[in-house]
């Protein structure tokens, strides 16, 4: 087909799309990648994905989507029985099989409750996006932690100490204070090939987890969560 077709073609298409065919075209073009994400990641569940007007209009023409915006509510992760909520952004995702991903960025989020249970410190809650929990002769001071992250292992850290309103850094703490909270919380993530941790957060609806990679082949992905 000559470039002047497919540029009318295009061109009808766009029409009919902004005429009120989108939704129906993006409704298809969603469910596609749904059932492409479910096949290759049967333990999640609530998936959802998006793409734009106009990407769905040259994906058409094209061996592979431009991007697409993917949530999961619920997915466990491999080794345990850990739900986590994830948000994926994709670019250049290919239409025939293996599918290859080109740029990838995955956001997978614990629940604040699974963090809180876990976190083995009596009375942790979240606050102001850090992790507190008591400290001091007789708990009346506030340690005040936050999330790192070094290689492939995630930890907590103690920013300082909250006593009488007063917040004791970091720095003036024992060597050994800051070294027992790093081991207690230190946990080793099994990350997809291809993929690296680049960063971690903390907030009311949990610890989010982040990772990019390029060239990604979703298999792969699937078997490595």
């Known amino acids: 087909m000559t470039r002047k077709p497919k ?12 005429g009120g065919g989108s939704l129906a075209a993006e409704s298809i073009i969603a469910s596609q990648i749904e059932t492409r994400i479910k096949s290759e990641l049967p333990k999640a569940t609530g998936i959802s ?22 949530k999961i509510d619920s997915y466990a992760l491999k080794g345990n029985t850990t739900e986590t909520s994830i948000e994926i952004a994709a670019k250049s995702i290919s239409k025939s099989k293996p599918t290859i991903i080109g740029s990838l960025e995955v956001i997978s989020t614990i629940p604040a ?48 100490i909250s006593l009488f309103g007063n917040e004791i850094p970091a720095s003036s703490l024992p060597a050994d204070a800051q070294s027992q909270i790093k081991e207690k919380s230190l946990r080793q993530l ?21 990772l990019r990679g390029t060239n990604i082949q979703l298999e792969t992905l699937g078997s490595s969560l």
């Open 7 to 18: 540029a009318l073609i295009a061109a009808a298409l766009t029409l009919a799309l902004l």
């Open 49 to 70: 994905a998006s793409i734009s007007l106009i990407e769905m209009v040259q994906s058409l023409f094209s061996d592979s989507i431009k991007s697409a915006n993917i």
């Open 113 to 160: 409750a699974t963090i809180l249970q876990s976190a083995e410190f009596g009375d942790a809650e979240i606050v102001d996006n850090t992790l507190q929990i008591s400290a001091g002769p007789g708990g009346l001071g506030r340690a005040i932690l936050v999330p790192k992250f070094s290689d492939n292992q995630i930890y907590f850290e103690i920013k300082g």
């Open 190 to 210: 099994d990350i997809p090939k291809g993929m690296k941790l680049i960063s971690v957060s903390l907030n009311t609806q949990g610890l989010s987890v982040t």
